[in-house]
């Protein structure tokens, strides 16, 4: 295990970017730390979705509707369809 003082700053830990497990024991002013798991900043990021294919498989299927006094449908179809 690694030592420092309490007033050491958490740069001097030496961590590279990502998210760490990192287990640390005080007693008094001593601090010992050791790094149970590491996972790299890039790994940490989301994996790309494919398209679902919702667009192609419903494109051109709405059917606009005009109703002048219904204030909600007339803002879905200037929001919504062309």
């Given at each position: ?25 005080v ?20 994996a ?12 051109g ?5 005009e ?8 803002h ?7």
């Amino acid at each position: 295990m690694k030592t420092l003082t309490q007033s050491t700053p958490l740069g001097t830990l030496g961590l590279p970017s990502g998210d760490h497990w990192v287990k640390f024991h005080v007693e008094g002013d001593s601090i010992s730390f050791e790094v149970a798991a590491s996972v790299p900043a890039k790994a940490n990021s989301p994996a790309k979705k494919k398209p679902a294919g919702f667009v192609q498989k419903w494109s051109g299927t709405a059917k606009k509707i005009e109703d002048a006094g219904d204030t909600w449908l007339a803002h879905i179809n200037e929001k919504h369809l062309r």
